[in-house]
């Protein structure tokens, strides 16, 4: 009994740890590849942002799609193929892609 009550103890505390260090990631990829247009706080507020109508990330228009939607627009450009959107193409990898719709799943208004 003390066997699987510590082999469950453990394989939740790697699910725990795994998801802080995957958000903890995608704030740091933000950070590298997102904040010069979204602005640091994710709310388009940037003198870049502002010039080209950049949606607040933290907004229901955005909180509101879906994991697959926000991947296609960071991976691909999404449905307009926007090239500023196209990160795949730029080096990042699914679980990069993965770790920042994580990190935009936590920074809601």
């Known amino acids: ?7 469950v103890l453990a ?6 740890f795994s998801s802080v260090v995957m958000a903890a990631d995608g704030s740091a ?3 590298q590849k997102c904040v010069a247009c979204h602005g640091a706080d994710a709310s388009g507020n940037t003198s870049m942002g502002q010039k080209m109508k950049i949606k607040d990330l933290r907004g229901a228009d955005v909180q509101k799609q879906t994991d697959a ?7 691909n450009g999404g449905p307009a193929k926007k090239p500023t959107h196209s990160f795949k193409t730029k ?10 719709v994580t990190y935009l799943r936590s920074i809601k208004q």
């Not at 009994?1 to 082999?7: G, R, V």
């Not at 394989?11 to 725990?16: G, H, K, T």
Request: charged share 20%; aromatic share 12%; net charge neutral.
């Open 1 to 7: 009994m003390k066997k699987a009550t510590f082999l």
């Open 11 to 16: 394989v939740f505390a790697m699910f725990v």
């Open 29 to 31: 990829l933000f950070k």
């Open 69 to 75: 939607q926000l991947t296609d627009m960071i991976a």
């Open 91 to 100: 080096g990042l990898s699914d679980a990069d892609i993965t770790a920042i």
